[in-house]
């Protein structure tokens, strides 16, 4: 992204690491969220993990509230393989397959079966994922069981749990294979080990699917891919 190449040939025109941190190394994944970013050191370097932008709900992990203009570490996780994030909510895997959460949790979208924000990194009870992506309010997570696990606001079908209400435990979704998973603000897509692709969640503008203009609070058949 543009956001990537400018920080990468900042990171390369500066010594702000061995100004703020106790490692030296360069971004191994950036991810830009609605109101942070989420930026991961490569592995090599101790996969530390460091976030910047708004911190209304506690999303940067740092156990304020303050937002941050530079990227600040995040203590207590490390080894981290995979970062995702909702609108106001962040995640980490590291590479035992442990779910980090943290930020805004009023529908749950933290799956630790309580609607208290988080303002620090929090293992979740979840374990073997591989992925972790968030909508306006909601997560989805990818086992490396090939499962797929949903938590929060589900006003529009978007966790798929065939009911419109809303989960503050990751409940498992009825796809089996499942291979990738992708989520917007109030949809959600599951790719499977076949190449089918399943679609959930908000569907007024036919997003999903041309057939059913309404809102799919189930996985529905989209489309295969090649």
Known sequence: SKFGNELEEYYKNSN??????????????ILEAMNHKLIVIASEFGGNYELVGNNDFGQLG????????????????????????GEYHSFAIDDN????????????????????????PTLSSLKKV?????????????TSEDEVFVSGNNTYGQLGNGSFSDEISPVKIDVQGAKSISVSQYTSLIQRNDNSVFGFGNNTEEQLSS????????????????
Do not use: K
């Open 130 to 142: 591989v992925d972790c992506q968030g909508g306006a309010a909601h997560s989805v997570f990818l």
């Open 16 to 29: 702000y690491f061995l100004q703020i941190s106790s490692y030296e190394g360069m971004p191994h994944s």
């Open 97 to 120: 397959e442990n779910l980090f959460v943290w930020g805004n949790n009023s529908s749950g979208q933290l799956g630790l079966n309580d609607l208290d924000n988080r303002l620090v």
């Open 211 to 226: 057939t059913n203009g309404n809102l799919i609070n189930s996985p529905e058949h989209i489309s295969d891919l090649n």
């Open 62 to 85: 740092q156990n304020d509230l303050t937002s941050y203009d530079l990227p600040s570490l995040v203590n207590n996780i490390s080894n981290i393989t995979h970062i995702g994030a």
